[in-house]
């Protein structure tokens, strides 16, 4: 995604649009969701030639596909995303001293859009996606999807008290071998 700016020379005020469609790179979202590799992205951006460099501004359109965090059903939707970002010329020097990020720079007359799309998107995915709010998601005990059955549930007994669970079933054997000891010495 790298746009020549040389057309815009050192000319504050100077201006250019950008309305172009491109394939998304690689590793355009996090785990659970993203851009699809390859899949088109709309750009419609205004390139403007300022005192320090090149501001890009306007949105990139993209299809979001991923899957719910919660029942791992799929997601698929598209969103707008605002970009706003300055590419410094090179001999350019920040008033607090600071250098600007090298990738926000205007290299041999072009800009590398890429790891800024890349931010932009992946800072508007949600953290956590879900299919709808009220997805219920999946059984914790079996993967069951809670959402197809309401009312479902397992019989969970605390693990402080499984030692104890054993102790029934140990105590009646012991007093039915216990009462049978008696009765076989009040034979004899």
């Not at 919660?70 to 607090?96: A, G, K, N």
């Amino acid at each position: 995604m790298i746009f020549n700016v040389k057309d815009l020379g050192r000319s504050p005020g100077s201006m250019r649009t950008i309305e172009e469609h491109v394939p998304a790179p690689k590793d355009f979202g996090v785990v659970l969701i993203g851009v699809q590799e390859g899949s088109p992205v709309e750009l419609d951006l205004r390139l403007e030639a300022v005192h320090e460099g090149i501001l890009v501004s306007g949105i990139a359109d993209v299809g979001i596909v991923g899957e719910c965090g919660r029942c791992l059903d799929p997601i698929r939707y598209s969103s707008s995303i605002d970009v706003q970002e300055l590419f410094y010329y090179d001999d350019v020097e920040l008033s607090d001293g600071e250098e600007p990020v090298e990738e926000h720079r205007v290299d041999r007359d072009s800009i590398d859009l890429e790891p800024v799309l890349r931010d932009a998107v992946v800072t508007s995915l949600p953290f956590q996606p879900v299919c709808r709010e009220d997805c219920e998601g999946l059984c914790s005990e079996c993967g069951a999807r809670l959402a197809d059955d309401p009312d479902h549930q397992h019989e969970i007994l605390d693990p402080r008290w499984s030692a104890l669970s054993g102790l029934t079933g140990t105590a009646a054997s012991s007093d039915a071998a216990a009462s049978t000891e008696s009765v076989e010495r009040e034979e004899s």
